[in-house]
Nanobody, 126 residues
């Protein structure tokens, strides 16, 4: 298990940007597939983006492709989500997650990830 703490959320106007961060504990951070999910009120948790342990591979939900960028710094045990061109429908609690399966076995579903942060709120006003 790895401990995850998100930060960087906030209130932003439509079209604005934020950079979400997720700090992880442990010395094996680079072995984890890292992901971001989000959950809006009354909706199920949905996949946003994921990145392989080395950072060489990424995968995005169609709804955020071209606007969001996931990256990681293994020296800092941190994964980032740069969110640009925000829309009101992006409003949600954003969760960081870590999965110990290989990149080739990962699926864009919560069950691929065994460790979760508590989330950071992103609110986009119109």
């Amino acid at each position: 298990q790895v401990q995850l703490v998100e930060s960087g959320g906030g209130l932003v106007q439509a079209g604005g940007s934020l950079r979400l961060s997720c700090a992880a504990s442990g010395r094996t951070f680079s072995s984890y597939v890292m992901g971001w999910f989000r959950q809006a009120p009354g909706k199920e948790r949905e996949f946003v983006a994921a990145i392989s342990g080395s950072g060489g591979s990424t995968y995005y939900a169609d709804s955020v492709k071209g606007r969001f960028t996931i990256s990681r710094d293994n020296a800092k045990n941190t994964v980032y989500l740069q969110v640009n061109s925000l829309k009101p429908e992006d409003t949600a609690v954003y969760y960081c997650a870590a999965g110990d399966s290989s990149w080739y076995k990962f699926t864009a579903t919560p069950r691929s990830f065994g460790s979760w942060g508590r989330g950071t709120q992103v609110t986009v006003s119109s």
